[in-house]
């Protein structure tokens, strides 16, 4: 029986795109849960580099970087494919996904930690990256079609920490008018029953994410 | 395949836009390449990119790909005909992958720094480049396994994420009047480095040294004269 082992946190948002993945083809595996206030010598050993989570351990071998790690997933377990067959496809999807981390979220998160003018601006900087995805999705139940797949697992995190933040702060960035489809694409992923059974607690989200953008907000105040 | 079937729209001194003509020109595929003029963007790189409007972009029939280390792994993926970039074992394929982010997110965001840095800072962003060359080079020894390439016998996808920084990294030992890979401290890479610039796929794409040294120029004034950035 192959030996795989998951690195995560209780709430990393890259940790749970492994655990998707994972739980979305139906594999087994053994999870490991850091304090990342008191990383453990596996984690340094398996991730020298970041020293993050989520890291996989596939018989031994570590993989680093959550993206990385799902195309691991993919081309080693062949059921349930997150990556279309097609290679424009399949370079539509890395696009979009590496949109994501690269400009989506820092926009998205400096939404929730800028104040007054600075704040007006990040809105509108987030709403056109949010504007492209919503493009993306075109009339599409989700990014891959019919079924979850790559993109939608690399947004997971809209579906979830967004409102997090929205609540916290009082501010709604997604709304039902200006972007229809990317609210439906919320509701619909975070509903899906294999998505819905991994959400961290909400509380304990709230908590979190309070105590973190009060950091940020005050690193962000003028002086 | 009609030669304009294929082209990449780019610039001669980046080093991302190398990426793509290097991987066509492994798996001998004719393209054309439209050159982009420095300080302007054409209408077709605003139509063909419209989220990043940036080179490279490659426009194969009427579809435009975009981000270098994607197109790279698109053209793998769809000339199967000519010899592979990617290894066909899926963990050889994350630590090929591992490498090129790593190369593109910290090593050459700290050659970047070195770029306008002084005194202090310069020498913190000296020490980052250092470092990540020590650790490039113990990945070219794990992932050559004696061999000539990042890639084994040929050019394959580190390599070319790597290798196409070689033409930044020798202007920046000269501007900088360092030696960043070194026959002492990092003996792998200076043969590699070698070979790779040697090699057929590459020679007739990487700039002159001196050439991009002239163009650096260029662009430091450039950048001198820009407004400064918003943080």
């Given at each position: 029986m192959a030996e795989l082992k998951l690195f995560r946190t209780w709430s990393s948002p890259f940790a749970l795109?492994?655990?998707?993945?994972?739980n979305l083809k139906g594999i087994q595996y053994d999870t490991i849960f850091e304090d990342l206030s008191n990383k453990s010598s596996l984690l340094l050993q398996y991730n020298p580099i970041y020293k993050k989570v989520p890291v996989l351990v596939h018989n031994g071998k570590p993989l680093v970087e959550s993206l990385l790690i799902l195309e691991y997933i993919d081309e080693t377990w062949k059921q349930t494919p997150l990556l279309p067959e097609d290679p424009s496809e399949r370079a539509t999807a890395r696009f979009w996904a590496k949109f994501g981390d690269d400009k989506v979220m820092l926009s998205v998160w400096n939404v929730f930690i800028k104040q007054g003018k600075d704040q007006e601006e990040a809105i509108v900087t987030a709403q056109e990256n949010l504007g492209f995805i919503e493009r993306q999705l075109s009339g599409k139940k989700f990014f891959n079609g019919e079924t979850i797949g790559f993109v939608d697992l690399a947004f997971g995190w809209l579906a979830n920490l967004l409102s997090i933040?929205?609540?916290?702060c009082g501010v709604t960035l997604i709304d039902h008018e200006k972007f229809p489809m990317l609210s439906e694409w919320i509701q619909n992923f975070a509903g899906a029953p294999i998505i819905k059974e991994s959400w961290p607690p909400r509380d304990k989200l709230i908590t979190k994410n309070q105590a973190l953008l009060e950091v940020y907000t005050s690193k962000e105040a003028p002086k | 395949m009609a030669k304009n079937d294929v082209k990449v729209l780019g610039a001669w001194p980046s080093p991302y836009v190398m990426r793509p003509r290097i991987a066509l020109n492994i798996k001998s595929v004719n393209y054309e390449f439209l050159e982009e003029t420095f300080g302007s963007k054409s209408e077709l790189l605003l139509?063909?990119?419209p989220v990043h409007k940036k080179i490279p972009v490659l426009i194969h029939g009427d579809k435009p790909i975009c981000e270098s280390m994607i197109i790279v792994e698109y053209i793998d993926e769809v000339w199967t005909s000519g010899p592979s970039i990617l290894p066909s074992d899926p963990y050889d394929r994350a630590i090929q992958r591992f490498w090129a982010a790593y190369v593109d997110e910290k090593w050459f965001a700290a050659m970047r720094g070195l770029r306008s840095a002084q005194g202090e800072e310069r020498k913190a962003f000296l020490d980052q480049v250092t470092e990540g060359?020590?650790?490039?080079?113990?990945a070219?020894?794990?992932?050559?396994?004696?061999?000539?390439?990042?890639?084994?016998?040929?050019i394959g996808l580190l390599d070319i994420a790597f290798g196409s920084f070689l033409g930044w990294l020798k202007v920046t030992e000269k501007v900088n009047g360092v030696k960043l890979l070194d026959e002492a401290k990092t003996p792998g890479l200076v043969k590699w480095a070698e070979r790779f610039c040697a090699d057929a796929a590459v020679k007739n794409v990487m700039p002159e040294t001196e050439k991009l040294l002239e163009f650096s120029k260029v662009l430091a004034a450039k950048m001198k004269g820009a407004p400064p950035p918003k943080n």
């Amino acid at each position: 029986m192959a030996e795989l082992k998951l690195f995560r946190t209780w709430s990393s948002p890259f940790a749970l795109r492994v655990v998707w993945a994972l739980n979305l083809k139906g594999i087994q595996y053994d999870t490991i849960f850091e304090d990342l206030s008191n990383k453990s010598s596996l984690l340094l050993q398996y991730n020298p580099i970041y020293k993050k989570v989520p890291v996989l351990v596939h018989n031994g071998k570590p993989l680093v970087e959550s993206l990385l790690i799902l195309e691991y997933i993919d081309e080693t377990w062949k059921q349930t494919p997150l990556l279309p067959e097609d290679p424009s496809e399949r370079a539509t999807a890395r696009f979009w996904a590496k949109f994501g981390d690269d400009k989506v979220m820092l926009s998205v998160w400096n939404v929730f930690i800028k104040q007054g003018k600075d704040q007006e601006e990040a809105i509108v900087t987030a709403q056109e990256n949010l504007g492209f995805i919503e493009r993306q999705l075109s009339g599409k139940k989700f990014f891959n079609g019919e079924t979850i797949g790559f993109v939608d697992l690399a947004f997971g995190w809209l579906a979830n920490l967004l409102s997090i933040w929205e609540e916290i702060c009082g501010v709604t960035l997604i709304d039902h008018e200006k972007f229809p489809m990317l609210s439906e694409w919320i509701q619909n992923f975070a509903g899906a029953p294999i998505i819905k059974e991994s959400w961290p607690p909400r509380d304990k989200l709230i908590t979190k994410n309070q105590a973190l953008l009060e950091v940020y907000t005050s690193k962000e105040a003028p002086k | 395949m009609a030669k304009n079937d294929v082209k990449v729209l780019g610039a001669w001194p980046s080093p991302y836009v190398m990426r793509p003509r290097i991987a066509l020109n492994i798996k001998s595929v004719n393209y054309e390449f439209l050159e982009e003029t420095f300080g302007s963007k054409s209408e077709l790189l605003l139509q063909s990119n419209p989220v990043h409007k940036k080179i490279p972009v490659l426009i194969h029939g009427d579809k435009p790909i975009c981000e270098s280390m994607i197109i790279v792994e698109y053209i793998d993926e769809v000339w199967t005909s000519g010899p592979s970039i990617l290894p066909s074992d899926p963990y050889d394929r994350a630590i090929q992958r591992f490498w090129a982010a790593y190369v593109d997110e910290k090593w050459f965001a700290a050659m970047r720094g070195l770029r306008s840095a002084q005194g202090e800072e310069r020498k913190a962003f000296l020490d980052q480049v250092t470092e990540g060359l020590a650790l490039l080079e113990e990945a070219f020894g794990k992932c050559s396994k004696g061999k000539a390439f990042f890639g084994g016998d040929r050019i394959g996808l580190l390599d070319i994420a790597f290798g196409s920084f070689l033409g930044w990294l020798k202007v920046t030992e000269k501007v900088n009047g360092v030696k960043l890979l070194d026959e002492a401290k990092t003996p792998g890479l200076v043969k590699w480095a070698e070979r790779f610039c040697a090699d057929a796929a590459v020679k007739n794409v990487m700039p002159e040294t001196e050439k991009l040294l002239e163009f650096s120029k260029v662009l430091a004034a450039k950048m001198k004269g820009a407004p400064p950035p918003k943080n």
